[in-house]
C-alpha cells in the first residue's frame, strides 16, 4: 500500500496561469517530496493539455488527475476540465462533477478546501494570477486548518483580482514573488 505524503501543495491560477506556472513548476526539483495539486481554470468542452505541456518541461511527473488516483509524493496532478478536484484522503483524488462555483469547475475554492480538512497544517496553498476571486476562500481555509498560506504579490501577477481578493480574506498570508516562490517550497517540504 501506498504510504501518505507527509504534507502537499496546492496551487491556484486562472488568467496568466501558463506563463505563471512556467516560471514555477519547472523551477521544482526532481526529488521535490510532496504532491503538488494544480487547478487552473479551464474551459470545459475541450481537453486540457497543461499536464502534457509540464510533464515535458519539469523535472517532476506531471499528469491529469483522474478519479480515484493514488497520491505520490514528487508527482504534479492538474485538474482535469469540467470536474472538482477533491480530495479524499491523503491516499487518493476524487473528481466531482458538483455544480460550478463563481463559473468554474474546476473551482480552486473546493479542491483548496478539501485538500485543507485532509492535510491540515501539513498543506501548502498558494494563490497565483486570475481575474475572479475564486480561491480566497479555499487560501482562508488553508490559513485557518495552520497551513500555509502563499499569495503572488497583485502588481506582479498578469490578473490581479485572485491574488488581492486572496489577500483581502487571508491578509497573513505570505506574498511572495514568483521567482521565490519554488526555493521557499523546497524549504518548508523538507
Given at each position: 500500500?501506498t504510504?501518505p505524503?507527509?504534507?502537499?501543495v496546492?496551487?491556484?491560477?486562472?488568467a496568466?496561469?501558463?506563463?505563471?506556472?512556467?516560471?514555477l513548476?519547472?523551477?521544482?526539483?526532481?526529488?521535490?517530496?510532496?504532491?503538488i495539486?494544480?487547478?487552473?481554470?479551464?474551459?470545459?468542452?475541450?481537453p486540457s493539455?497543461l499536464?502534457?505541456i509540464?510533464d515535458?518541461k519539469?523535472?517532476?511527473?506531471?499528469?491529469?488527475?483522474?478519479?480515484?488516483?493514488p497520491?505520490?509524493?514528487?508527482?504534479i496532478?492538474f485538474?482535469?476540465?469540467n470536474?472538482?478536484l477533491l480530495l479524499?484522503?491523503?491516499?487518493?483524488?476524487?473528481?466531482?462533477?458538483e455544480d460550478?462555483?463563481?463559473?468554474?469547475?474546476p473551482?480552486i475554492?473546493v479542491?483548496?478546501e478539501?485538500?485543507?480538512d485532509?492535510w491540515?497544517n501539513?498543506l501548502?496553498?498558494?494563490?497565483?494570477t486570475?481575474a475572479?476571486?475564486?480561491g480566497?476562500?479555499?487560501?482562508?481555509?488553508i490559513?485557518?486548518?495552520?497551513?500555509?498560506?502563499?499569495?503572488?504579490?497583485?502588481d506582479?501577477?498578469?490578473?490581479?483580482a485572485?491574488p488581492?481578493?486572496?489577500?483581502k480574506?487571508?491578509p497573513?498570508a505570505?506574498i511572495?514573488?514568483?521567482a521565490?516562490?519554488?526555493?521557499?517550497?523546497?524549504s518548508?517540504?523538507?
Amino acid at each position: 500500500m501506498t504510504r501518505p505524503a507527509k504534507g502537499a501543495v496546492i496551487i491556484g491560477a486562472s488568467a496568466g496561469a501558463l506563463e505563471a506556472l512556467s516560471v514555477l513548476l519547472p523551477a521544482l526539483p526532481a526529488d521535490f517530496p510532496l504532491p503538488i495539486f494544480v487547478i487552473v481554470h479551464l474551459p470545459a468542452d475541450k481537453p486540457s493539455v497543461l499536464a502534457d505541456i509540464f510533464d515535458a518541461k519539469c523535472a517532476l511527473r506531471a499528469i491529469e488527475a483522474e478519479d480515484k488516483e493514488p497520491v505520490q509524493p514528487g508527482v504534479i496532478y492538474f485538474a482535469p476540465p469540467n470536474y472538482h478536484l477533491l480530495l479524499e484522503d491523503r491516499l487518493s483524488i476524487a473528481l466531482s462533477s458538483e455544480d460550478e462555483v463563481l463559473f468554474s469547475r474546476p473551482s480552486i475554492d473546493v479542491a483548496m478546501e478539501s485538500a485543507a480538512d485532509v492535510w491540515g497544517n501539513a498543506l501548502i496553498g498558494v494563490i497565483l494570477t486570475g481575474a475572479n476571486h475564486d480561491g480566497a476562500r479555499g487560501l482562508r481555509s488553508i490559513h485557518d486548518a495552520g497551513g500555509t498560506a502563499i499569495v503572488q504579490p497583485p502588481d506582479e501577477a498578469y490578473a490581479s483580482a485572485m491574488p488581492e481578493a486572496a489577500l483581502k480574506l487571508c491578509p497573513d498570508a505570505r506574498i511572495i514573488s514568483l521567482a521565490d516562490i519554488p526555493a521557499y517550497l523546497e524549504s518548508i517540504a523538507r
